[in-house]
C-alpha cells in the first residue's frame, strides 16, 4: 500500500488529501457467481470421473490389442493364437463364453459387435475355424492378413457389458 504524505508547498498546504479507493477483488462476490463455478467444476468432475471409468474398463482392450500386435503373420500357430486371445477377452466379458467352439463361437463374436466381423457363413470363418481343427489345412498368407485385421477390428469395437455408458462420444 502507498503512503501518501501532505504537500509542503504554501499554496497547497491547506488542501485535504482525498483517500484512495479500495482495491477491487478478483474474486466475485455474488452467490450466482458462486453456484456457477460449483456447477462447472461438478460437471468437470463428472466428466473426468467418466473418462477414467472407461479408461479402466478398457484396460483388457489395451492389452489385448497389445498382445494381437505381438503375433507375427508368418507363425504357423497364428491362428490359434488369435483364437486363444478372443477366448480370453470373451471368457472375461463373460465366463459362460468359455465353452464356446465353432459356429457357436462365432455367433458368440458376433452378438458382442454391432457389425457383424466373424460370421459363420463366411469363408474366412470356415477355414480359420477348419485350421485350428484341422493343420493340414493352414491359412493361407492372405487369410491370415485379413483375420488379424478382423481381429484388431472386433477388440476395439466389440461391446463390453460391464461398462456402463452415461453418455456417448
Known amino acids: 500500500m502507498v503512503k501518501h504524505l501532505t504537500p509542503s508547498s504554501y499554496t497547497l498546504r491547506n488542501l485535504h488529501e482525498v483517500p484512495p479507493p479500495n482495491a477491487v ?14 456447477l462447472i467444476g ?11 471409468r472407461r479408461w479402466w474398463h478398457n484396460r483388457y ?15 504357423p500357430k497364428c491362428a490359434d ?11 472375461y466379458l463373460d465366463a459362460a463364453n468359455g465353452k464356446q467352439y465353432g459356429a457357436a463361437f462365432l455367433q458368440t463374436l458376433n452378438r ?38 478382423r481381429a484388431k477390428h472386433w477388440l476395439r469395437y ?6 456402463r455408458v452415461c453418455f456417448k462420444n
Open 25 to 38: 477483488d478478483w474474486w466475485p462476490q455474488t452467490l450466482g457467481w458462486h453456484i456457477l463455478f460449483a
Open 42 to 52: 461438478a460437471t468437470l468432475l463428472l466428466v473426468l470421473l467418466h473418462y477414467l
Open 61 to 75: 482392450r489395451r492389452e489385448a490389442l497389445a498382445a494381437l500386435q505381438k503375433i507375427r503373420i508368418d507363425d
Open 81 to 91: 493364437k488369435v483364437y486363444q486371445l478372443h477366448k480370453m477377452v470373451l471368457t
Open 112 to 149: 458382442y459387435e454391432r457389425g457383424a466381423t466373424f460370421d459363420h457363413d463366411d469363408a474366412l470363418g470356415k477355414a480359420w475355424l477348419e485350421s485350428l481343427v484341422n493343420p493340414k489345412n493352414p491359412l493361407s498368407q492372405d487369410e491370415t492378413k485379413a483375420l488379424i485385421v
Open 158 to 163: 466389440h461391446h463390453n457389458p460391464k461398462e
